[in-house]
């Protein structure tokens, strides 16, 4: 139980276009979830927070107008990297969790390689 | 500013030692403590959680313990195997909510 998926897994775009990723979480409600960036050899950084209906949390240096998300069901969560270039290019992993279900744990999906032109 | 590193960055063993990867934290007013492994150009997997009250956890081969008033976690492998090979990190909630604070990982390879 508790599985996340994320598609697309990878994509490859143009510099100045729009991407959309998405992240479900398959057999739960997630009542939070929450976007991570990695860039090679680093760590996983949080980008922001996001609860079913209300708008994301961004955490400090994070473009909200960039990096667009929206959780508009229990079951699903989007980050759309907008106008992305070449420094965009990284893993992006979501994770979901629900504090009923199990307070202390996220689970992460796969993730997503974008890579951008 | 909870910070979280990891040593060593890499580590490459033969197949069978036990072997032992380290974490330390700067804000010991931590509630819990994880282990992930992550393989490359993968997602991450749960290994191990460790509450603030525990000192250590087990899962087959793993063990990890936790002193949060010296900031540090270990995690400790036994009887390594090729399988083993991935990245192991480590994380703790940051900033009094849901949110984790992850370490660089450190990059393990087991030799056959």
């Known amino acids: 139980g508790a599985v996340v998926s994320q598609h697309p897994s990878w994509v490859i775009c143009k510099s100045g276009t729009s991407v959309k990723i998405e992240c479900r979480s398959l057999?739960?409600?997630?009542?939070?979830m929450f976007w991570y960036r990695q860039f090679p050899k680093q760590s996983l950084m949080l980008m922001a927070t996001s609860n079913e209906g209300s708008k994301a949390t961004y955490e400090q240096g994070v473009e909200k107008d960039k990096f667009l998300i929206n959780h508009a069901s229990l079951t699903l969560s989007t980050l759309t990297v907008t106008s992305a270039h070449p420094e965009d290019s990284s893993f992006y992993i979501c994770?979901?969790?629900?504090?009923?279900?199990?307070?202390?744990?996220?689970?992460f999906g796969p993730g997503t390689r974008l890579t951008v032109l | 500013k909870q910070e979280v590193t990891q040593i060593p960055a890499a580590l490459s063993v033969p197949e069978g030692e036990n072997l032992v990867l380290n974490c330390s934290f700067t804000d010991s007013a931590i509630y819990n403590l994880q282990w992930f492994r992550q393989d490359p150009g993968k997602g991450l997997t749960s290994l191990l959680l460790i509450q603030s009250s525990q000192r250590e956890q087990t899962s087959g081969r793993l063990n990890a313990s936790l002193d949060k008033s010296s900031g540090r976690s270990t995690l400790y492998i036994a009887a390594s195997q090729p399988g083993d090979s991935a990245t192991y990190l480590c994380a703790v909630p940051g900033g009094g909510s849901e949110k984790l604070v992850f370490g660089k990982g450190t990059k393990l390879t087991v030799n056959p």
């Open positions: 057999d739960f409600q997630a009542t939070t």
């Open positions: 994770s979901a969790s629900r504090r009923e279900l199990s307070p202390d744990t996220q689970y």
